[in-house]
């Protein structure tokens, strides 16, 4: 060992690997065999000599966890609620969130239902430092539901934050966003589709600046809370990233491009046809699922099952005499209809699945519509119509009461749709409509009088 040389590069891109690859065959033109001499010298007389395999793998831990190691491993208790047990499992998740939205930019908080994700964004907004504003669903907004997301930030002593329903995006970015420095997202799978204004507004809100006393700017940090971010497309998970990472220079250890990595995933599923081909379909989406938490969700989620909680913090549980309740297997239960009822329901699903048409969900295709249109927005609508089919046979196995206000509700919305039609207009939903850019069609409405396609609408 006399001597030596470093050699510093990050591995982004195409050329740092060639540049990387060129040097190292470079320095192996020059190499010369290890002599036996040396192997014994490095076993005998060298640092690895005092220590086991074992010793070893320890400091490969200590390494790996050095970030969580070193950090603060404790929270102020003081603004606990009183009665609010310290549970270690919700203590660690704070600790490591806080860690990963300093790091990146954001943070799955993604435990299973029931452990107490609320509360641990409410510990976390505590942790950090800055104004939050938490976007939620309408029920959890209301002061009346104990649960709401107000409630829990004050009983937590939570300082500076604002909630807003999920419905009122367009109210937030009238504000001043540049007030906010943190962002939480409660039920954030609702977010996995961006061919949506829906998610554009959110988009915005979460790509906003922060604006520092000294007048700097700086990114929002982003907290996704949801029990399942990651479904079966790997765009869900692209999507609900991009609101706090660049898709196309990300900040994850050696994943410059995301549209890139989640552009080979698609190609990989779209080999195979989900239907005739399930078995290779679901063997891929596994594969790329396993290579989603590998390459990227292992830096930037929280999760934990009740069984690894039951296994890792079993000890902390038992001293709080607490314990997740054994769920029983279910038991099917069968009942018989009568032979009028059997054929009522059979006529019933023939008509839902295959003599209504679904027009109302798709009205951009078939021989509604004259004209070009592009792939997305029709299987975005033909999906749309599927998924309306399949609500409508949901409501019938539910119950029949179920799927009699939901024909209710359906007749309903058409009688208004017929009534304001036949009063000369319709109202569409399209973005393009919407911003004007359709002629006569601002603010959404279609005026059809005095045109002679007035059927056709």
């Not at 505590?126 to 649960?147: H, M, W």
């Not at 765009?235 to 609900?240: I, Q």
């Not at 989406?285 to 938490?293: K, L, T």
């Not at 927005?377 to 119509?385: D, G, H, I, K």
């Amino acid at each position: 060992m006399h001597d030596n040389l470093e050699f510093n590069v990050e591995l982004k891109n195409r050329s740092d690997y060639e540049f990387a690859l060129e040097k190292f065959e470079e320095l192996w033109k020059d190499s010369v065999e290890v002599t036996e001499s040396f192997v014994r010298t490095v076993k005998t007389e060298s640092h690895l000599a005092q220590f086991s395999p074992f010793e070893l793998y320890l400091k490969f831990l200590y390494e790996y966890f050095r970030t969580e190691l070193n950090q603060s491993r404790e929270l102020d208790q003081n603004y606990q609620p009183d009665g609010f047990l310290r549970l270690q499992y919700q203590h660690d998740a704070v600790l490591t969130a806080k860690r990963i939205v300093e790091e990146y930019g954001g943070v799955f908080l993604a435990d299973v239902v029931g452990l107490g994700k609320t509360y641990m964004a409410a510990m976390l907004a505590r942790e950090l430092d800055g104004r939050s504003l938490v976007i939620a669903p309408p029920a959890l907004t209301d002061k009346n539901n104990p649960g709401a997301w107000q409630n829990v930030f004050h009983d937590f002593g939570v300082r500076g934050f604002h909630v807003e329903s999920v419905g009122k995006l367009d109210e937030i970015l009238k504000q001043d966003l540049s007030k906010y420095h943190y962002v939480f997202i409660d039920e954030a799978h609702r977010f996995r589709n961006e061919d949506n204004e829906t998610y554009e507004k959110l988009h915005k809100i979460c790509k906003s600046k922060v604006k520092l006393p000294n007048g700097e700017l700086k990114d929002k940090g982003i907290i996704l809370v949801t029990a399942t971010p990651f479904n079966n497309r790997p765009n869900d998970l692209l999507s609900l990233l991009k609101l706090f990472q660049s898709s196309r220079n990300s900040t994850l250890p050696n994943l410059l491009n995301l549209d890139n990595f989640f552009g080979n995933l698609n190609k990989r599923l779209r080999v195979f046809h989900r239907i005739n081909d399930r078995e290779n379909y679901v063997k891929t989406m596994r594969e790329n699922a396993r290579e989603v938490r590998e390459r990227i969700l292992k830096y930037l989620m929280v999760r934990r099952t009740r069984s690894e909680i039951s296994n890792y913090y079993g000890e902390d549980l038992a001293k709080q005499n607490l314990k997740f309740p054994e769920v029983a297997d279910p038991q099917a239960v069968f009942y018989e209809l009568s032979n009028r009822e059997n054929e009522i329901f059979t006529r019933t699903i023939e008509r839902i699945a295959r003599q209504i048409s679904y027009s109302r969900y798709r009205p951009l295709i078939d021989h509604y519509f004259r004209g070009d249109l592009d792939e997305n927005r029709t299987t975005a609508q033909n999906n749309l119509a599927a998924f309306m089919k399949v609500l409508l046979v949901k409501r019938l196995e539910s119950s029949f009461e179920a799927f009699r206000l939901t024909l209710a509700r359906f007749i309903s919305v058409y009688q208004q749709f017929i009534k304001a039609y036949h009063n000369g207009y319709v109202y569409l939903n399209s973005r393009s409509h919407r911003s004007g850019k359709s002629g006569n069609r601002k603010s959404g409405r279609a005026d059809f009088r005095g045109e002679t396609r007035k059927s056709g609408g």
